[in-house]
């Protein structure tokens, strides 16, 4: 549930009424495969950033994050 909850407040950090991208995410034992929409995923540099941080994050906990984008 931790994670789940550090993935929502990564995907909507910003203060805007907009809503956040429309994704998937699978869990497997200590494997998550997080879907987006490529669009989103190109016009949010930041976010993608961050993606990349919490895997390595994760990571450190035997958890693997993939990200894809559709």
Do not use: C, N
Not at 12 to 34: E, I, N, Q
Not at 36 to 48: G, I
């Amino acid at each position: 549930m931790t994670i789940l909850l550090r993935l929502a407040a990564l995907l909507h950090r910003g203060r805007v009424d907009t809503a956040p991208p429309s994704l998937k995410l699978r869990a497997k034992d200590f494997d998550l495969v997080l879907t987006l929409p490529a669009p989103w995923l190109e016009t949010h540099p930041l976010t993608r950033a961050d993606l990349a941080q919490e895997q390595d994050t994760l990571a450190a906990f035997g958890i693997k994050l993939s990200v894809r984008v559709e």
